[in-house]
């Protein structure tokens, strides 16, 4: 198991002990788009605030992928 593989469920809300994996599935799954949004989801957020900017970057990082992934079909899909 790779180091980034360890850290990939690591605590990301240290007030209501939010893991990583908790706010992807209510971003990836449950389609969160702000931090309010996974607040109301995972409870993350609700408390000090201190982890606002993370799922704020785990939203972005997701929209991001997403972006990508789609970007890479259309390629394919011209190539055909
Ligand atoms: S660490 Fe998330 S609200 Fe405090």
Same mark, same amino acid.
């Given at each position: 198991m790779t180091a980034t593989k360890?850290? +990939?469920n690591s605590t990301i809300c240290r007030c209501?002990?939010?893991?990583?994996?908790? !706010?992807? #599935? +209510?971003v990836a799954v449950y389609g969160c788009e702000t931090v309010k949004e996974v607040s109301a989801a995972t409870d993350a957020g609700r408390g000090c605030t201190v982890c606002h900017c993370k799922i704020r970057q785990m !939203?972005? #990082?997701y929209q991001r992928?997403? /972006?990508?992934? +789609? +970007?890479?079909? /259309?390629?394919?899909s011209e190539s055909l």
């Open positions: 360890v850290l +990939a209501f002990g939010v893991r990583e994996s908790q !706010i992807r #599935d +209510a !939203i972005a #990082d992928e997403r /972006a990508d992934a +789609a +970007a890479t079909v /259309a390629d394919a």
